[in-house]
């Protein structure tokens, strides 16, 4: 029997869509959970995350989110997000690993949360496949260790797997709490041969799990978390905040224009 492992990505203190997630992989019978980070921010229970990773993450990499927020925050929002993590918590963000290589079926596989240059720097599904192409190669970041297959990432909340040339293969896993592109926390499972250099089958899913979206919104609201209006419609929606602001925005523009 091959092995099975699932890849989730960007939880942001989401509890319920993780706990959906987790139970979905558990009962795939699958033990080995890897995560490409972003496990605090946007949502109400960063801590719980955190304990959670902790327990039953057999690799845990570091996010754009898990990085920043040690840093003094200006914005309230942000420092409320801050305020419910311990130091140890916030000691345990900062210091996880930039990226993550191994063997499966005799592809070398490489995770990471944003790209091969940080965890802030952003690259988009719908850049050029030179800038996809880029993020196989080494770099102070990822470590010189033999140069992936196959690169696989989180951080923009949308879920693709693309071939941006022969030979390499690219996929981003999605976000479980947070998720930008459908509704519904997304997650992959990679099934092959792991820690084996010898060619053999091998492939890729991304497994969608519905979940109380309701429950979680009730959540931020009895904790009284800040924003939590925009984090309904992201979760509701999957329009993210930025993206809302400015449909606000020109609505008001084109009323005043019509008025005017
Ligand atoms: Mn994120």
């Known amino acids: 029997m091959p092995d099975k492992l699932a890849i989730i990505s960007d939880l942001h203190g989401n509890m319920d869509a993780l706990e959906a997630v987790m ?39 570091r996010g754009n989110w898990d990085d920043g927020i040690k840093n003094p925050q200006t914005s309230p929002t942000v420092q409320w997000w801050k305020d419910r993590l311990s130091q140890d918590c916030l000691n345990y963000l900062s210091n996880l690993p930039n990226s993550h290589d191994f063997w499966l079926s005799g592809q070398r596989v490489r995770l990471f949360h944003a790209s091969h240059i940080s965890e802030h720097h952003r690259i988009r599904h719908y850049t050029t496949a030179e800038e996809h192409l880029s993020m196989f190669t080494n770099t102070p970041f990822t470590g010189d260790g033999p140069e992936p297959d196959i690169v696989g990432y989180g951080d923009i909340h949308s879920a693709f797997m693309i071939y941006p040339d022969r030979h390499k293969m690219l996929f981003n896993a999605g976000s479980v709490g947070n998720p930008l592109d459908v509704p519904i926390p997304v997650y992959v499972v990679m099934t092959g041969e792991v820690g084996c250099q010898e060619q053999a089958p091998y492939s890729m899913e991304f497994v969608r799990v519905p979940y109380d979206v309701e429950k979680q919104i009730e959540r931020a609201r009895s904790l009284n978390m800040p924003a939590t209006d925009a984090y309904a419609i992201e979760l509701r929606t999957a329009v993210y905040r930025g993206v809302q602001k400015r449909q606000t925005e020109e609505k008001r523009k084109l009323r005043h224009k019509q008025h005017g």
């Open 23 to 61: 139970a979905d992989i558990r009962q795939r019978g699958i033990d080995t959970v890897y995560c490409l980070g972003d496990l605090i921010g946007k949502g109400p229970d960063g801590d719980l995350v955190v304990d959670f990773c902790q327990q039953h993450v057999d690799v845990v990499l």
